[in-house]
């Protein structure tokens, strides 16, 4: 006779339809971890990665000799390693839950698990991007004490990032632009700079990213509601808040074999043997393994700046 194979006490079809579930509402609230270089560790073969960067060469200006054979360049490899670290959460749910079916309520804690999971995964990614240290305060302001409310961001200081990148030979995103990191609130300001072009205008020839705004000095902006805002930290405790601009490569992301998609795991009631003896609990929750990784300083521009308010 065919057997069914369960999962935790649920079919592999349910298995599924939760998984579904957790990650139609994890994807959208991705933002910071779909611009790293992607790379995936065997199983078994520990939890630690190497990225290897091939060091530039400097140009050959020095004419050949006929019939000598010229030295040769040693290549030099900038190695940076990233371990893989494991995050996860997940809810109870009651037995009297379970009288006005379970169902329902599973799909509904699947929809919350899926938002925290991917505000978890980007959290995770902004924080490491974040700490890069090729920093732009707005309006040639010296640190982030000294930046002001009306220091706000603009066409000016996204050229000057624009600049910082090319001088540094990053790569664009898409080989053409530079991708832009911005919340609400610069969103706001950005929009009401004269040279702004709002996604609308070019969405018919352009292949778009998930949540673009538009576009402005070689870079296309897209939203996240998670930008760091360090409260109080500018000048007469304005609040300071910081919108990425990122080149290739930038950073990475680490996982083993797909662990960075969340895969969520539910134990009905019954499940725990005599850890529930009267099966007063289920249990719905998700885990993740993953690293993320900055590359290339110099790929990437975090801008400082105020916002109108």
Not at 114 to 136: S, W
Request: aromatic share 6%; net charge neutral.
């Amino acid at each position: 006779m065919a057997t069914t194979q369960t999962y935790s006490g649920l079919s592999a079809e349910q298995k599924t339809f939760y998984n579904r579930t957790l990650l139609s509402r994890l994807l959208p609230t991705l933002v910071f971890a779909k611009y790293g270089q992607k790379k995936s560790a065997p199983k078994r073969e520990g939890d630690t990665m190497n990225f290897r960067k091939f060091n530039s060469l400097a140009a050959a200006t020095t004419p050949l000799t006929e019939g000598v054979t010229p030295a040769g360049k040693s290549l030099s490899i900038t190695a940076v390693t990233a371990t893989v670290k494991q995050y996860g959460d997940y809810v109870e749910i009651s037995d009297k839950l379970d009288m006005v079916g379970i169902d329902p309520v599973l799909t509904e804690t699947g929809e919350l698990l899926g938002e925290q999971a991917g505000l978890t995964v980007d959290t995770i990614v902004r924080d490491e991007v974040c700490a890069g240290t090729n920093v732009q305060y707005a309006n040639a302001k010296g640190s982030r004490g000294a930046v002001t409310k009306t220091d706000v961001l603009n066409s000016t200081e996204v050229r000057k990032a624009v600049r910082t990148l090319r001088k540094a030979n990053a790569k664009p995103i898409d080989g053409k632009s530079f991708v832009g990191i911005v919340g609400a609130d610069g969103e706001f300001d950005l929009m009401s700079d004269p040279y702004w072009q709002d996604v609308s205008k070019y969405a018919a020839s352009t292949q778009i990213f998930d949540g673009e705004l538009g576009k402005l000095g070689g870079v296309r902006f897209v939203r996240a509601s998670n930008t760091p805002v360090f409260a109080g930290a500018g000048n007469a405790s304005a609040d300071v808040h910081a919108t990425m601009i990122i080149g290739k490569d930038a950073y990475g992301i680490v996982d083993i074999e797909g662990s960075s998609k969340p895969e969520m795991i539910v134990k009905p009631h019954g499940s725990a043997g005599s850890a529930d003896p009267l099966n007063q609990r289920a249990t719905s929750g998700w885990k993740a393994l993953f690293t993320a990784k900055r590359l290339e300083e110099l790929a990437m521009v975090r801008i400082e700046h105020g916002v109108t308010s």
